[in-house]
């Protein structure tokens, strides 16, 4: 899983639900910059990472590969 490309969809999600990239970070382990760089795809992240973050977002992996296919349609 590239965080590379689902990192600024990652943003998008997290945005829209209006909560702060720092509730995410701490939420998830990690600090502010490492989780800044993720959604704006300068820093990968694992499997395993990504999951967690979808799960503090409150969506599936598998949903967010399906809004990724979506935007790569557009």
């Known amino acids: 899983m590239s965080t590379i490309l689902y990192g600024p969809i990652l943003g998008k999600i997290r945005r829209g639900k ?6 995410v ?3 998830v382990g990690i600090s502010t910059t490492t989780y800044s760089q993720i959604e704006t795809g300068r820093r990968s992240a694992s499997y395993e990472r990504v999951t967690a973050i979808c799960d503090e977002l409150g969506i599936s992996p ?3 590969n ?3 296919t979506n935007e790569k349609r557009r």
């Open 66 to 68: 399906e809004l990724l």
């Open 25 to 27: 970070a701490r939420h």
């Open 18 to 23: 209006m909560i702060k990239a720092e509730v």
């Open 62 to 64: 598998t949903r967010l």
